[in-house]
């Protein structure tokens, strides 16, 4: 498995933007997909976006598209969330997560969860 570790979260006026990070370590993140999950209080854990092992490959929820955007830096062994246009409903605990595998929306194919970061955003 590979550990990882957000950063990034904070107290953001609607409207404003965030930039997640994810830093893994133990091992490379090349031959990991990966992704950004939330969750938000009293709901089920949702898929937020997803970027293949190249970084060539992109995939957002309905919800984020348009205002979110991943990235990796697979020399840096880091991901990226940059969340512009931030609304209350982003508000949630987000998660990066990575699969040795393909891409996908679904949490059940993630092998390796950080322990989230809080982003709170105020109307």
């Known amino acids: 498995q590979v550990q990882l570790v957000e950063s990034g979260g904070g107290l953001v006026q609607a409207g404003g933007s965030l930039r997640l990070s994810c830093a893994a370590s133990?091992?490379?993140?090349?031959?990991?997909?990966m992704g950004w999950f939330r969750q938000a209080p009293g709901k089920e854990r949702e898929f937020v976006a997803a970027v293949g092992r190249s970084g060539g490959s992109t995939y957002y929820a309905d919800a984020v598209k348009g205002r979110f955007t991943i990235s990796r830096d697979n020399a840096k062994n880091t991901v990226h969330l940059q969340m512009n246009s931030l609304k209350p409903e982003d508000t949630a605990v987000y998660y990066c997560a990575a699969s040795y595998g393909v891409v996908s929306k679904g949490g059940y194919a993630y092998d390796s969860w950080g322990q989230g970061t809080q982003v709170t955003v105020s109307s």
């Open positions: 133990e091992r490379s993140i090349s031959n990991y997909a």
